[in-house]
């Protein structure tokens, strides 16, 4: 699986929005771009995915790249609840065993 | 459904003790994966199973590591003779397809002293 590079932290404030940025230079081309987020103490979260195209959901959108070497998770109206340890993550569909490869991902503090 | 479950949420064990943890994944999952994390560390990854059957090992789990899915249901984990390099934080999660995103559990935060 391609390797990921994100800034280690990240603040925001609240009620503006957060935008997580994420490298992912070497990802080819059967690989999806997987968000998480792992509030203090708890499992990881899943968030998001994309391929090529970009995905919205309730709680964020993830925008691609037409090149797919980098992304952006997009949190449009951060609260005090989305501080956390966002993760970036790319995987092949049944590569390595399915499993995904965490970083030390992004820490992101929003504050009031 | 109320989640992927793990028992306990918290051990502590002295050092050469055996431990074992349990997980319950969402009852239709069939794929259940272990992951360890240390302080300040990403989740890493463990063992996996599809239903009953364990597909992948890491090269973390030392053969002190014994992971089983009878049945294809709930999952256990032991470690055997624990060592203080043990101690973290085990998470256990379910998917039902290999493409959508995993459910993880709180994880069972294992102390040795």
């Known amino acids: 699986d391609a390797k990921t590079t994100q800034p280690t932290s990240m603040d925001c404030a609240e009620g503006r929005a957060a935008n997580l940025p994420c490298n992912h230079s070497?990802?080819?081309?059967?690989?999806?771009v997987y968000w998480y987020r792992q509030i203090h103490s708890q499992g990881p979260q899943y968030i998001i995915h994309?391929?090529?195209n970009n995905e919205t959901n309730e709680m964020a959108s993830l925008i691609i790249t037409e090149d797919r070497k980098s992304s952006t998770l997009i949190l449009p109206h951060a609260t005090l609840r989305d501080t956390a340890v966002y993760y970036c993550?790319?995987?092949?569909?049944?590569?390595?065993?399915?499993?995904?490869?965490f970083g030390e991902g992004t820490q992101l503090t929003v504050n009031p | 459904d109320t989640g992927v479950s793990q028992n306990p949420r918290h051990k502590i064990t002295k050092r050469g003790q055996n431990v074992t943890f349990r997980c319950d994944p969402i009852?239709?999952?069939?794929?259940l994966y272990w992951y360890r994390q240390t302080l300040g560390q990403g989740p890493e990854f463990l063992t996996y199973?599809?239903?009953?059957?364990?597909?992948?090992k890491s090269r973390l789990l030392s053969d002190r590591f014994s992971a089983e899915r009878p049945k294809g249901s709930f999952s256990t984990l032991e470690i055997q003779r624990t060592e203080q390099g043990d101690s973290a934080m085990y998470l256990c999660?379910?998917?039902?397809?290999?493409?959508?995103?995993?459910?993880f559990g709180s994880g069972t935060r294992l102390t040795v002293v």
């Open positions: 999660a379910s998917s039902l397809i290999a493409n959508y995103g995993y459910t």
């Open positions: 993550i790319v995987r092949g569909q049944e590569t390595s065993g399915s499993r995904l490869t």
């Open positions: 994309g391929l090529k």
């Open positions: 009852s239709e999952h069939n794929r």
């Open positions: 070497t990802i080819s081309g059967n690989e999806y």
């Open positions: 199973f599809q239903n009953e059957a364990q597909l992948e």
